[in-house]
């Protein structure tokens, strides 16, 4: 079955220290896979997809098929950062969301 | 915010009572979906639309009708509301599912609680 897992619910880092949301996926075939990112107060949206290899924000998350993970990196978080994290995959027509990450970076 | 939006915002019902959630959307995108949101489930697609008319069912569709009789609006309704079915429902559209064009853009969300 196509799963989307993140295994981590809450995720609390320190203004400035290194990020890594975790994201794991089982798929058959060549998975396109997604980060969506909610602010408070704000809609979800996309944050990147890792066909275009582009870093927004300053996140970059790369494609391991060998490990099946699409896992969020930023090497120094802010506190602007803070939101809720959702990977997620296509599957035909649907998007399959993982439960998501919430990000809190302290001041 | 791409143009999307849901109505109503709140909602509080009663057990047993019809329900209907409007999505409307002026970006005359051909799909639409309706997922809920709950902790600890993330996001799950309720049912979706590719076209007027064209709905297919999501990973929980049970208790939830939809309907498209037009481009711009998608409608979400609960049959017979049940607590179970408390929860933030939101509405998303994409031009494509590939390609590109496959980004879903989301309306602010419905906020229901079943009493």
């Known amino acids: 079955a196509q799963r989307v897992t993140q295994p981590e619910k809450l995720l609390s880092v320190f203004k400035g220290a290194p990020v890594e949301l975790k994201c794991n996926y089982s798929?058959?075939?060549?998975?396109?896979l997604f980060w969506y990112v909610q602010y408070s107060r704000q809609r979800l949206q996309l944050l990147l997809r890792?066909?275009s290899r582009e870093s927004i924000k300053g996140f970059t998350a790369d494609l391991n098929k060998g490990e099946t993970s699409f896992h969020l990196k930023k090497p120094f978080a802010q506190e602007e950062d803070s939101a809720m994290y959702y990977c997620?995959?296509?599957?035909?027509?649907?998007?399959?969301f993982g439960t998501g990450t919430r990000l809190q970076v302290f001041p | 915010d791409a143009g999307i939006t849901q109505s109503p915002r709140h909602k509080v019902t009663e057990t047993g009572t019809p329900v209907t959630l409007r999505c409307h959307q002026t970006?005359?995108?051909?799909?639409m979906y309706w997922y809920r949101q709950d902790p600890g489930h993330g996001l799950r697609l309720i049912h979706y639309?590719?076209?007027?008319?064209?709905?297919d069912k999501g990973e929980v569709s049970d208790g939830y009708s939809v309907s498209r009789s037009k481009t711009e609006d998608f409608l979400l309704t609960l049959e017979s509301a049940t607590s179970s079915q408390t929860s933030v429902y939101f509405c998303?559209?994409?031009?494509?599912?590939?390609?590109?064009?496959?980004?879903?853009?989301f309306g602010p969300g419905t906020r229901l609680t079943v009493l």
């Open positions: 997620a995959l296509i599957n035909t027509d649907k998007l399959i």
């Open positions: 890792h066909i």
């Open positions: 998303a559209i994409s031009e494509s599912t590939r390609g590109g064009r496959d980004t879903q853009y």
């Open positions: 639309s590719y076209g007027v008319k064209d709905t």
């Open positions: 970006e005359n995108h051909r799909y």
């Open positions: 798929y058959s075939g060549s998975p396109e």
